[in-house]
């Protein structure tokens, strides 16, 4: 058995990468001259907090992850490849920062809102490329 070669994509390379440890994601801020606040994606038309255009503003990446805010388990699968049940939570994952992430985890019952989650690849063999979770980050809580 030999391990496959084929380099993975991200699915969204506009909003992360996987970082050095093959594992985790990194995450694409910029981050605005003006208030010095970060938005996401990098390329997003424009400061999430003061509104200034983001004109040479610096980029940077950083470990993917948060709080976890809340989340709900869904029952029916929300797009394609997606598995049913899954656990659709929203993380903080800088300042003023939202979005909403597929958590990994076996059921709810492992989640609390304020736990910190932090941002893994999920492989996709077939399609060759991979996509965004987030787990629990401590060790101790079984995903
Ligand atoms: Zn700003």
Excluded: W
């Amino acid at each position: 058995m030999t391990e496959p070669q084929t380099p993975l994509k991200p699915l969204h390379p506009t909003l992360y990468q996987l970082a050095e440890d093959g594992h985790s994601l990194d995450f694409f801020f910029v981050q605005c001259r003006a208030c010095s606040g970060l938005s996401f994606p990098a390329n997003v038309p424009g400061c999430a907090h003061c509104g200034d255009p983001l004109v040479d503003a610096q980029k940077l990446s950083r470990p993917g992850g948060g709080e976890l805010l809340e989340y709900v388990t869904l029952h029916v699968p929300l797009a394609p490849g997606m598995a049913a049940p899954s656990i659709a939570g929203d993380v903080r994952i800088a300042d003023g920062i939202v979005e909403e992430g597929v958590i990994s985890a076996s059921d709810e019952t492992v989640l609390r809102p304020g736990m910190i989650v932090r941002a893994v690849a999920e492989v996709r063999e077939a399609q060759g490329v991979y996509a965004c979770r987030f787990m629990p980050a401590d060790p101790k809580v079984t995903p």
